[in-house]
């Protein structure tokens, strides 16, 4: 069925012009399964990433796609397969694996779990995983919550090296996702495998505002950002592609839309145009 896709009158020629390059920039458009997405099989994900001119997609856990670490060797064959033979590109597994644990066992679990995305990312084709900080603890000192999480992504990112994928921290949790708290992190997480995975979070315009936050820690991008719809008037969306274009970026900005429009094609295929219409600016 894909491979009948591939060839399909139903790829919009305009989108898929931008998503081969049409602009100076090398940064790609991809879905995150969160609300958009959640439901869809990869079949289905995957016709309607190419019947949107949307070029990747990381599969968040827990969803409809059905890709665990429970699948066999064949069936993530299959998916790799799937993916192979149509130009939608597996992004990566968007996990919930968290380090800050005051409970010694749920963190070996978590870090034991983590080692299980990362194989399967690597037996379906992916590049990288995601995982997250969730919050810090009462009486543990936040400092040593901030270097028990480095520690784990030291691990991992080693770990995560040998089977050709990256580690990616996305800004997340209740206070963890204060930037210079994700850059006391990352100081502790030294392993050039470790990066992060901006998130586009309110709080992200606290302190010192945007640009402070986003060059504590720029240096640290991973190949992935999450944005939520990019026309939307309540965080610098501009100011976010013109910081990544001036470095050359050439990730995946990933749509991770936190709405639930009855037609999720047709608001892919929207936020498609407002991208094209961004980057034609830089």
């Keep these: 069925m894909i491979s009948l896709l591939a060839g399909s009158s139903l790829l919009p020629a305009s989108t898929w012009a931008a998503a081969k390059g049409k602009y100076a920039t090398k940064m790609k458009l991809g879905l995150v399964t969160y609300q958009w997405g959640k439901d869809w099989d990869v079949p289905t994900l ?26 066999t060797k064949q069936a993530r064959l299959g998916v790799k397969n799937l993916f192979a033979d149509s130009p939608v590109t597996f992004v990566g597994m968007g996990t919930n694996e968290q380090y800050d644990f005051p409970d010694k066992d749920k963190l070996k679990a978590s870090i034991a779990r983590t080692k299980e995305f ?10 990288g995983v995601k995982v997250k900080p969730n919050a810090f603890h009462p009486n543990v000192p936040r400092e040593q919550t901030m270097a028990q999480i480095g520690a784990a992504l030291n691990e991992l990112a080693a770990y995560a090296a040998d089977f050709g994928q990256q580690l990616r921290l996305e800004v997340h949790g209740n206070e963890t996702q204060e930037l210079p708290n994700i850059k ?17 979070n309110p709080e992200d ?11 504590l820690v720029k240096d640290r991008l991973g190949d992935t950002i999450h944005v939520r719809e990019l026309d939307r008037t309540d965080y610098p969306y501009a100011t976010l592609l013109k910081n990544l ?14 709405t639930n429009p009855a037609d999720k094609v047709g608001s892919m295929r929207a936020q498609r145009a407002v991208f094209d219409r961004m980057v034609s600016k830089l």
């Design 245 to 258: 274009a001036d470095m050359d970026y050439k990730g995946w900005i990933l749509l991770e839309c936190h």
């Design 118 to 127: 990362i194989q399967l990312s690597a037996d379906i084709g992916g590049s």
């Design 184 to 200: 006391t992190i990352m100081d502790h997480a030294d392993h050039p495998n470790a990066t992060i995975c901006w998130n586009c």
């Design 205 to 215: 315009l606290n302190g010192q505002g945007f640009q402070y936050n986003f060059d």
């Design 46 to 71: 995957i016709k309607n990433c190419m019947d949107t001119g949307v070029q990747g997609v990381e599969l968040r856990v827990d969803h409809a796609h059905g890709v665990t670490p429970e699948m």
